[in-house]
């Protein structure tokens, strides 16, 4: 069964610290995996794509990694702001079809 | 425009009332998708489209669902005979292309349906 499990599900940090999102997905077969940024009342941002032969990716204060062998996905934010408080949400797309699984989120507070 | 628009941003109805629910794609966008997001859930897919057809339906939870494009523009997402289990935040969101790519999605900011 394709699925996308996210941990933690929510998470409280002080501003200016780092931290890291996990993504386990059993998607396949995989054409590439999504992280987005959800505000309270909005749709979903995309933050980062990663394909197969992609480890890492930078959005600013945001890093994806990808290991495509464990299926597995980590979003790292650094010096965190009270604006990145929002759910982050892991989506893998199968390949050579235009469907997407999505994880349940990561609600992140930052607070001051 | 900018970006993709939804509207209405709020219906309220009654359990048994049909609802339409609009969507306007980023112009020149041939992709567009609705999802469904209960309460603290995460994305649900509905059915997408590539132009004016919808090559998978298989979201759609019932018969009571349904969407249509035209000019490979605007879509409406209309549930009939609604009911409280409908009751979600209904987003929409298009992308240059469809295919199995690395395009972005770029989402509206999704209607919130109440059925009482």
């Known amino acids: 069964k394709n699925q996308v499990e996210q941990s933690p599900q929510s998470l409280i940090i002080l501003e200016g610290k780092n931290c890291t999102l996990q993504c386990n997905y059993t998607v396949s077969p995989f054409s590439n995996l999504r992280w987005y940024k959800q505000d309270t009342g909005r749709g979903p941002v995309s933050l980062t794509i990663m394909t197969f032969s992609e480890n890492t990716k930078s959005n600013g204060r945001y890093t994806a990694t990808l290991d495509a062998d464990t299926k597995q996905s980590s979003l790292h934010i650094t010096a965190s702001q009270l604006s990145d408080s929002a759910s982050y949400i892991c989506v893998v797309r199968i390949y050579n079809f235009n469907k997407f699984y999505f994880g349940s989120g990561t609600k992140l507070n930052v607070k001051p | 425009g900018a970006g993709v628009s939804q509207s209405p941003s709020n219906k309220v109805t009654e359990k048994g009332k049909d609802v339409e629910l609009r969507c306007d794609p980023i112009s020149g966008h041939t992709a567009l998708y609705w999802y469904r997001q209960r309460l603290g859930q995460g994305l649900e897919f509905l059915i997408y489209?590539?132009?004016?057809?919808?090559?998978?339906k298989s979201g759609l939870p019932s018969d009571r669902f349904s969407a249509e494009r035209t000019g490979e523009s605007v879509s409406t997402l209309t549930i009939q005979r609604t009911q409280q289990e409908d009751s979600a935040v209904y987003l929409c969101?298009?992308?240059?292309?469809?295919?199995?790519?690395?395009?972005?999605?770029?989402f509206g900011p999704g209607t919130r349906l109440t059925v009482l």
């Open positions: 969101a298009s992308s240059l292309a469809g295919g199995a790519g690395t395009d972005t999605q770029y």
């Open positions: 489209f590539q132009g004016n057809s919808a090559p998978d």
